[in-house]
Nanobody
Framework: QVQLVESGGGMAQPGGSLRLSCTAS????????MGWYRQAPGKKRELAAQ???????HYLDSVKGRFTISRDVANNTVHLQLNSLKPDDTAVYYC?????????WGQGTQVTVSS
C-alpha cells in the first residue's frame, strides 16, 4: 500500500507565494517520476509540473518562470514552490507519483488566489 500525504496550499493574494509538499510512503518501488496536477472548477485536470528520476523537469507553459518543482529523493518527497500567483492558478492541486509501473494520487489540496 502506497500513501501520498500532501501539505501546504491555502489562500494567497495575487503576486503571492505558496509551497506544496507531498511525501510518498509505504511499499513503494523505485520512483520514476513525481509531479503535480491541478484542476480548476469546471475544467479538466492538467499537468502543472513533473520531475523525472533522472532530473528532467517539465512545466505547464502558463506556470513556467513562476513555479519550481524539486524533489527530496531520500525522503520520497516532492515540493512545488508557487510564486507570482495569479487568480487563474486557483485549483485543487494533486500530487502524482509513478513507481513500479503503478500510478498513485494524493487527496488534493486547495490553492485559492484572490484579493
Amino acid at each position: 500500500q502506497v500513501q501520498l500525504v500532501e501539505s501546504g496550499g491555502g489562500m494567497a493574494q495575487p503576486g503571492g507565494s505558496l509551497r506544496l509538499s507531498c511525501t510518498a510512503s509505504g511499499n513503494i518501488d523505485a520512483i520514476a517520476l513525481m509531479g503535480w496536477y491541478r484542476q480548476a472548477p469546471g475544467k479538466k485536470r492538467e499537468l502543472a509540473a513533473q520531475i523525472f528520476s533522472g532530473g528532467y523537469i517539465h512545466y505547464l507553459d502558463s506556470v513556467k518562470g513562476r513555479f519550481t518543482i524539486s524533489r527530496d529523493v531520500a525522503n520520497n518527497t516532492v515540493h512545488l514552490q508557487l510564486n507570482s500567483l495569479k487568480p487563474d492558478d486557483t485549483a485543487v492541486y494533486y500530487c502524482y507519483v509513478l513507481a513500479g509501473g503503478s500510478s498513485y494520487w494524493g487527496q488534493g489540496t486547495q490553492v485559492t488566489v484572490s484579493s
